[in-house]
DNA sequence: GCGAATGATTAAGA
DNA sequence: TCTTAATCATTCGC
């Protein structure tokens, strides 16, 4: 118990003779073995050691240079080196290693489909093409669009790659001031390799949170510009009047059934240079709209059904075959598809006359029209006999309740084939 | 500027 | 998955 007046007295930190800082008793090497005295005898060392900080940089050093001279200090060291095994030990388990995280993982792909990270392919260009894909829309009108797309997300990634490498340089030099530090300080306090490499995965845990932000407000920064360019590309367009004529030829052609196969809409879109989606969506605007006023398309109706009937003659007197009339042609494209039930052709013309269109109204153009119609009709041989008023095609078309009725299975359905005399009807008055 | 036309989108249904 | 029907949003013609 004598020893409690020196202790108290080492708190001082005096009374050293030639080693400032150490408390007397471990100075003259005293073999008290009493535990607690040891214990307090490290924490007025420690004491000492923290003391460094608020001394002067020249004291400091030379009273770390003491200490690391004391002759005591191996045995400090080992005491020391006892306690932060057991302080480690005890952390240990606590800092396993992380799984990654998920949400990174995210955003580290969406910033690589982006084509924000990774190697540079053009600036996102594929993703920009894949969204224009998507969207359906017409490459050639979309690419300033896609090109301002492009620059816009070239911008992104050149910001994101310009922070990223700053982020990277204050990673780099804050792990390696640490790490220097670290060892600096392994000469007076036990650190091993291990520690060094968990504070540097510590930093570098701590800078990949702040690269998540930024890995974040760039994803979010993509997909306002993404949106923005989706956006952009709803803007419609309409279709060019080649293109509608087009798919006009084919609607009126095919009134009794008009659901073109999946191959018809695609040498449709081929020919309108559209989109097989834009075709569905035509043919299903169509359909609706024709439906839901006969008459105001009835004019429009005629008007290609005579077109189709004067090319349908013309390719008769030409000697083609007379069952199976080509699409005529006005667009000039070369190929064309087979307009194979030209009957349906004259469901319209029939229903001017008949009463299969209820509320149809028939100006006296149209009816000259059917007159004329009737005239080429009359005059194609081929197609006259199957063509006669008593034997004109009478559609499938559309019933009382409105529908395409009998139409087989929509899209299940190849273009219809049934020849002109294949349904009656009577368009005789 | 207004109304019609038209391409696209969406929910519901088969 | 496709179609219908309704609706939105834009374009076009006056």
Redesign the pocket.
């Known amino acids: 118990m004598d020893e409690q007046p020196r202790l108290m007295h080492s708190h001082t930190g005096v009374g050293m003779t030639g080693h400032p800082g150490l408390p007397q008793h471990m100075q003259e090497g005293t073999g008290a073995a009493d535990g607690d005295g040891r214990k307090q005898d490290i924490g007025d060392i420690l004491q000492q050691i923290m003391t460094i900080t608020d001394q002067s940089l020249d004291e400091a050093q030379a009273r770390k240079h003491a200490l690391n001279c004391h002759r005591m200090k191996p045995a400090l060291f080992n005491v020391l080196c006892e306690i932060k095994e057991k302080t480690v030990l005890s952390i240990r388990g606590a800092q396993e290693e992380e799984p990654p995280d998920p949400q990174l993982m995210r955003l580290d792909n969406m910033l690589l489909a982006e084509g924000v990270s990774g190697p540079e392919k053009g600036g996102g260009s594929a993703a920009a093409a894949a969204a224009a894909a998507a969207?359906?829309?017409v490459g050639a009108d979309n690419s300033a669009e896609h090109s301002d797309y492009r620059a816009k997300l070239s911008q992104i990634r050149q910001i994101y790659h310009t922070e990223l490498e700053k982020y990277e340089q204050a990673c780099n030099e804050f792990t390696t001031h640490v790490m220097n530090l670290l060892r600096e300080q392994s000469r007076t306090r036990p650190i091993s390799p291990k520690e060094i490499e968990r504070m540097v995965n510590i930093i570098h845990r701590k800078f990949s949170s702040i690269q998540m932000q930024l890995k974040q407000s760039t994803c979010e920064a993509v997909m306002i510009l993404r949106s923005r360019f989706?956006?952009a590309?709803?803007?419609?367009?309409?279709?060019n009047k080649q293109?509608?004529e087009i798919l006009n030829e084919y609607f009126y052609s095919h009134l009794s059934n008009p659901?073109?196969s999946?191959e018809a809409k695609e040498e449709l879109a081929k020919k309108c240079a559209?989109?097989v989606?834009?075709v569905?969506?035509?043919?299903?605007?169509?359909?609706?709209?024709y439906?839901?006023n006969i008459g105001?398309f009835q004019e429009e109706a005629n008007m290609y059904a005579a077109r189709t009937a004067v090319n349908a003659a013309n390719a008769s007197s030409h000697g083609s075959q007379a069952n199976s009339p080509s699409t005529p042609n006005s667009a000039g494209s070369g190929g064309s598809f087979n307009m194979s039930n030209s009957g349906d052709l004259f469901m319209s013309v029939q229903s001017l006359n008949g009463d299969s269109y209820q509320g149809a109204q028939v100006g006296a153009n149209v009816q000259s029209q059917v007159d004329t119609l009737r005239h080429v009709i009359s005059q194609t041989g081929g197609y006259s006999e199957a063509l006669t008023a008593n034997q004109m095609y009478s559609p499938q078309g559309i019933n009382a309740n409105?529908?395409?009725q009998d139409?087989p299975t929509?899209?299940s359905v190849t273009s219809p084939t049934e020849g002109p005399g294949s349904v009656h009807s009577d368009t005789s008055n």
């Open positions: 969207s359906g829309g989706l956006d590309r709803r803007k419609r367009r309409n279709f293109a509608t659901y073109p999946e559209i989109t989606a834009q569905s969506n035509w043919f299903g605007n169509k359909r609706i709209r439906k839901k105001k409105g529908g395409w139409a929509p899209s």
